[in-house]
């Protein structure tokens, strides 16, 4: 299958800090990319959906402002967590999606590794 | 409303039986796409196996097989011969609807804890 890096894998900071988390496609290019967000215990959250050349778009709740995405080239996204908080700590996996022929069109999401970040 | 229904929040098995994971799902549109992926303790999200509405046949990907009832609109994941690196939790998805050019999103169930015992 397709593979999704993404880095760093785990980042500790302090409060108030910046964190720039970064999500390639390796083998394939990808207009659109995913970012969510999950909890322990629970199902992924799809924070915004990060298009190739132009805006994201955020779903309902999650601050633009706060979660900076920039889709800058077709392998590479960022999500940046400006002036950080604890309660922004959680676990952030990107995903891109990975299209196959071979007579019938299949759209596959592969997900990057993840990327823990906790905020002191 | 729910659009994708995990129902077991943990599941156990024996090593070397099979093991159903249910889903079911809801939607108007005739065309979407299902999915199941796996995520070990690590957090990875490992794409397991495909199903599209319209496909006749009943995917199948190695041990993982897909259990799809369109009029029940359940597709419920078979892993036979439970291996102890099963373990982990498994998210079903769907994605709709299915069109040629559209990057659409996933929308996750809330995911079953398997656990394989030796």
């Known amino acids: 299958g397709a593979v999704v890096s993404q880095h760093p894998s785990r980042v500790i900071c302090k409060s108030g800090t910046s964190v720039k988390i970064e999500c390639r496609s390796l083998d394939f290019q990808a207009t659109t990319m995913f970012w969510y967000r999950q909890f322990p215990k629970q199902s992924l959250m799809l924070m915004a959906t990060?298009?190739?050349?132009?805006?994201?778009?955020?779903e309902q709740g999650v601050e633009k402002d706060k979660f900076l995405i920039n889709h800058a080239s077709l392998t590479l996204s960022t999500l940046t967590v400006t002036s950080a908080h604890p309660e922004d700590s959680s676990f952030y996996i990107c995903?891109?999606?990975?299209?196959?022929?071979?007579?019938?069109?299949?759209?596959?999401?592969?997900f990057g590794p993840g990327t823990r970040l906790l905020v002191l | 409303a729910q659009k994708i229904t995990q129902t077991q929040p943990g599941m156990f098995v024996q090593e070397k039986e099979a093991v159903t994971l249910d889903c079911t799902y809801d939607?108007?549109?005739?065309?979407?796409?299902l999915f199941w992926y796996k995520q070990p303790s690590s957090g990875e999200m490992i794409f397991l196996i495909y199903q599209g509405s319209y496909d006749q046949q009943n995917a199948t990907e190695g041990r993982y097989s897909l259990n799809f009832q369109k009029a029940r609109k359940s597709a419920n994941l078979v892993i036979s011969a439970s291996q102890l690196g099963d373990s982990a939790m498994y998210f079903c998805a769907m994605r709709e609807p299915f069109s040629s050019g559209s990057a659409r999103q996933l929308t996750f169930g809330s995911g079953t804890q398997l656990t394989v015992l030796p």
């Open positions: 995903s891109a999606n990975s299209v196959s022929g071979q007579g019938s069109y299949q759209e596959t999401q592969y």
């Open positions: 939607t108007s549109d005739p065309s979407y796409g």
């Open positions: 990060s298009n190739e050349g132009s805006k994201a778009t955020y």
